[in-house]
């Protein structure tokens, strides 16, 4: 029995291992340790042991025994299970949310808690931190689940051959089933329209919770003479025909008792089976100045190009940034006005830092 219980434990050992060395791989990313998901960083319930409560216009990190365990007061407090950022001020300091040991990040402009490791901003620029605290390029992709069966909205653009007049037809469905369409006239749009899209380019969008970015669906992108602007239109200011009277014919049955012919009314149409058509109009949001107008489909940032320029809308829609380049998810490099800087697209606060 002895000699069995040891085969089995030394099975069970190698299972073991062989299972830990399965997980390193799947976590190690190319030259970078990925140490962020190893087990000893897992989950922390300090999360939970822990309580922001205010005093006064500050506010403490206590435990349950309401012990100010960080013994200070702060403008701001948040945390997740692995970190806790706290800010007096412009000073930001990370503590490890398990241990309560601060973190040594030199020169914090900004912090972010992202996946289970960080997003900071110091005077050395942007960048990506483990949970070992060590630099990586980024987080691994993480396949985002998607539900075919959700509610959703899908907006197509459409032009009449004939009249070269656009329609708008706004489907809804519901568990995957979309209700009749609801087919709208366009007002209010400029004469001689070169081209009507979304801000994907294309002439349909569907917005549900699959998507991983806003594809803002009541902003309409208006091309003429070869620039672009954006137009918009509220669903709840849909103009609809006067009802007419349904025609209604006469069916007859014969009462049973007294014998008697009995007429009764009926609709010939029944509005149920038919499209539900409406007019909508059209407002100018930004005029058709711009030399392009382009939706980032991984970020949702919409780009304005313009003297070769580049600006946000609808945060920044002065077109003042010629270098605006990703480094990370919220932190871009930025030049304005021959400076050299941050942008943070949570803010839109613009950092430069003296050489």
Known sequence: MKKTNNILLVRLTLLFLGFSVFTSEVYSQNSLSFKANQSRHQGSYAEYYYRIVKD??????????????????????????????????????????????????????????????????????????????????????????????????????????????????????????????????????????????????????TKSINNDYNPHPLLIKV??????????????????????????????????????TIYVPEPIDSPFFFNKKGTIVFKEVLPIVYNQIQQNTNTGLIYLYKDNKIGLYPNLISTSFSVFDEKTTSFYKITKNEKQGWLDIKTFKEYYFDE
């Open 223 to 260: 091309t003429k003479n070869g620039k672009d602007g954006i137009y918009t239109y509220n669903l709840e200011d849909v103009i609809y025909p006067k009802k007419q009277k349904s025609k209604k014919r006469e069916i007859y049955t014969i009462d049973t008792v007294t014998r008697d």
């Open 56 to 205: 006064g216009s500050k506010y403490k990190l206590v435990d349950p025994r309401k012990r100010d365990v960080l013994e200070k007061e702060y403008d701001t407090i948040v945390k997740n299970e692995h970190f806790i950022k706290t800010v007096i001020g412009n000073d930001i300091t990370i503590y490890r949310c398990s241990t309560l040991k601060k973190i040594k990040l030199p020169n914090i402009q900004e912090a972010y808690f992202f996946r289970n490791g960080l997003e900071v901003l110091s005077k050395k620029g942007a960048q990506y931190y483990d949970n070992d605290i060590s630099e990586i390029d980024n987080f691994p992709y993480e396949e985002l689940f998607k539900c075919g069966t959700v509610y959703s909205e899908t907006y197509r653009l459409k032009q009449d051959s004939k009249t070269k007049k656009y329609s708008l037809n706004v489907e809804k469905g519901d568990f995957g089933a979309p209700t009749m369409p609801l087919i709208l006239e366009l007002k209010g749009l400029p004469d001689n329209i070169e081209e009507l899209s979304f801000l994907n380019d294309k002439t349909y969008v």
